[in-house]
């Protein structure tokens, strides 16, 4: 079955600066990607989200990149705030018609510390 | 419009006991789920339904049942609590499959404890 691997575990930024969390999936057959971010005793809330058919996608200062050859996709957070603390995971699912259900396998999650 | 919600927010268990938790979701979705968070595990999907009256295995099924008898509710039953199956149980809702790009909705979660 799918496997997501998810780097780094933690991450520590300066505010203003850039944060790149990076994911891995072992099926070639994935096609979509989403991203979830949670916050401390809060529930996981998707922030952003790729198809196979994309490159990349932007909302404002989130990015996400795919790199189906390579079977991996990042996200960017450009110009961090401290609210952009929090933990953050990548998903991968396949779905077809008729096929696959397309259940989100996730990664074990980046915890973001933004210091002011 | 209330969202997804989960019923209780906490509870302490004996090794042995049994409990249900309750999900329910005013969206009128037709896709249920059932996960687990573990530190440094991420979620792991338990159980899900794609429909009143369907239910399907997910990663971690061991130990759980579960029923979807009304569209808007799906309960996750314990029927012999284990102090491994301490964990935050999160329910989520969405339209349609994941691979469709439909947004999972998550509930608050309920934080199990089992002594």
């Known amino acids: 079955g799918e496997n997501v691997e998810q780097h780094p575990s933690t991450l520590s930024v300066q505010e203003g600066d850039s944060a790149v969390i990076k994911c891995t999936y072992s099926?070639?057959?994935?096609?979509?990607f989403p991203w979830y971010k949670q916050e401390l005793g809060k529930r996981p809330q998707l922030i952003i989200d790729i198809r196979s058919n994309v490159g990349e996608k932007k909302d404002q200062r989130i990015a996400v990149t795919l790199n189906k050859t390579a079977k991996h996709f990042s996200l960017h957070i450009t110009e961090t705030q401290p609210e952009d603390s929090a933990v953050y995971f990548c998903a991968a699912s396949i779905w077809n018609y008729g096929g696959s259900q397309g259940n989100l396998i996730f990664g074990k999650g980046t915890k973001l510390s933004v210091k002011p | 419009n209330a969202g997804v919600t989960q019923t209780p927010k906490f509870r302490v268990l004996k090794t042995g006991q049994s409990m249900t938790l309750l999900c329910a979701q005013d969206m009128n979705h037709e896709y249920m789920y059932w996960y687990r968070q573990d530190p440094g595990m991420g979620l792991r999907l338990i159980h899900y339904s794609v429909g009143e009256g369907t239910t399907a295995k997910g990663e971690v099924p061991d130990g759980y049942n579960v029923s979807r008898l009304k569209k808007q509710n799906f309960l996750l039953g314990l029927e012999s609590a284990a102090p491994s199956q301490t964990s935050v149980y999160f329910c989520?809702?969405?339209?349609?499959?994941?691979?469709?790009?439909?947004?999972?909705?998550f509930g608050p979660g309920t934080r199990l404890l089992v002594l």
């Open positions: 989520a809702s969405s339209y349609g499959p994941a691979g469709v790009q439909e947004t999972q909705y």
């Open positions: 099926d070639s057959a994935s096609n979509y």
